[in-house]
């Protein structure tokens, strides 16, 4: 029998059906390790995810859905402005965190949100949460084959997932970029050559 604390009042929100974000995002780690604790003791099977999920799409959901097959509870790293932009660059993320946050509380395979932040050890969430599963994509970084047996003692299996989709964020970022690049080459090329025309007119007036 769980005690009546507050962690429990929040594994009580986790497991119902709705978003509840304010249930669902634990940004303190001793209290994720808390209900993380309490959830185990319950019988759940521990999942543990993370990354920037930026302009989240279709591979991100399989993604997640993938995930959540290897247990019972899903928890999800996400990535802040700051720690984005330090791994990323300047430019991203194209999301800010809190609309990140927003849109993956309403994805149903989500149970626990967590930030992972600027100054952090990038491993500090995989110890805090010692999941029975922990989940990588073979899109990023984070995960190096060298660091797997490092991971691993804090964890009962790491599973490593191809990409879900056929583009990614970073795919998709490229794009837009240079259709907007090729968009204002034609529109320069259109215009120049009037701008021009209207120059000389203008000298030969003076």
Do not use: W
């Not at 309490?38 to 997640?64: N, S, W």
């Not at 990323?88 to 992972?116: D, Y």
């Not at 879900?164 to 090729?182: K, P, V």
């Not at 259109?190 to 209207?198: K, N, Y």
């Amino acid at each position: 029998m769980i005690e009546e604390t507050g962690a429990k009042t929040s594994v009580k929100n986790i497991l119902s059906s709705g978003a509840n974000l304010a249930d669902r995002y634990l940004a303190d780690y001793d209290e994720l390790a808390g209900v993380v604790s309490d959830l185990k003791r319950m019988g759940y099977r521990i999942v543990l995810t993370q990354g920037v999920f930026d302009m989240i799409h279709e591979g991100h959901a399989r993604y997640l859905e993938k995930a959540l097959e290897h247990g019972d509870i899903l928890i999800v790293g996400v990535d802040t402005d700051e720690f984005t932009r330090a791994r990323k660059g300047p430019n991203r993320p194209v999301v800010p965190f809190q609309e990140r946050l927003n849109m993956l509380a309403h994805l149903r395979h989500v149970s626990i949100l967590t930030p992972r932040d600027v100054g952090q050890d990038i491993g500090l969430l995989i110890k805090t949460v010692q999941p029975h599963v922990l989940i990588a994509s073979e899109s990023t970084k984070d995960f190096p084959e060298h660091e797997i047996a490092a991971y691993e003692e804090y964890c009962e299996q790491v599973v490593v997932l191809p990409p879900q989709a056929t583009t990614s964020t970073t795919a998709r970022i490229r794009f837009l970029t240079i259709d907007g690049a090729d968009r204002l080459a034609r529109e320069l090329s259109e215009r120049i050559p009037g701008l021009v025309q209207e120059s000389l007119e203008r000298i030969r007036n003076l």
